[in-house]
C-alpha cells in the first residue's frame, strides 16, 4: 500500500489569524477558502513543495460553537489537529484497519475536491486524529 502526506490539519481560533502567519509570515499560497457547512467549519489550502504530489497545509476555524473544531480549540486550544494521508486504496487501508480493530470515525464520505475520506481514532493511532484520503 502507498502512502503520502496529503495534508496536515491545523485548528485556528480564525483564518485570518492563521493566514497572517502562513500566508504572511511564511509566504505559502493559499488556493482559496471554503465553508463546509456540514462539517461546520471554514478552510484555506495551502499547498507545501512543488512536486507532482503536493501536500498542503489545511487551516480550519469553526463556523459556530458546536463545529468539532470550536470544540477542540476550547479543550486543547488552537494546533495540530489531524493529518491526512493519502492511500491509492481506500478499501484496502479500511479492511487493514478493520482486521486489526482500529475505531473508524465515519463511514467512507466525500468531502472537499470531491474525495472520500475516513477518520480514524487517536485511540487507534498513538494519539493523533488520521484522516485518509482516496487519491
Ligand atoms: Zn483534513
Known amino acids: 500500500m502507498n502512502f503520502e502526506i496529503d495534508h496536515l ?3 485556528v481560533r480564525s483564518l485570518e489569524e492563521g493566514l497572517r502567519f502562513y500566508r504572511e ?3 505559502l499560497t493559499s488556493t ?3 465553508t463546509i457547512e456540514g462539517e461546520r467549519v471554514r478552510m484555506a489550502m495551502l499547498p507545501v513543495g512543488n512536486t507532482f504530489s503536493t501536500s498542503r497545509i489545511e487551516l480550519l476555524e469553526g463556523t459556530d460553537r458546536e463545529s468539532v473544531i470550536a470544540q477542540f480549540i476550547e479543550k486543547r486550544g488552537p494546533g495540530l489537529h489531524h493529518i ?4 491509492d486504496s481506500l478499501t484496502a487501508a479500511l479492511d487493514r484497519l478493520k482486521a486489526q480493530g482500529c475505531k473508524l470515525l465515519n463511514e467512507p464520505r466525500i468531502g472537499a475536491g470531491g474525495h472520500t475520506y475516513v477518520f480514524v481514532h487517536p485511540r487507534s493511532t498513538g494519539g493523533v486524529l488520521l484522516e485518509l ?3
Open 25 to 27: 509570515t511564511l509566504g
Open 133 to 135: 484520503i482516496q487519491k
Open 84 to 87: 491526512a494521508l493519502r492511500v
Open 9 to 11: 490539519g491545523i485548528a
Open 32 to 34: 482559496g477558502e471554503e
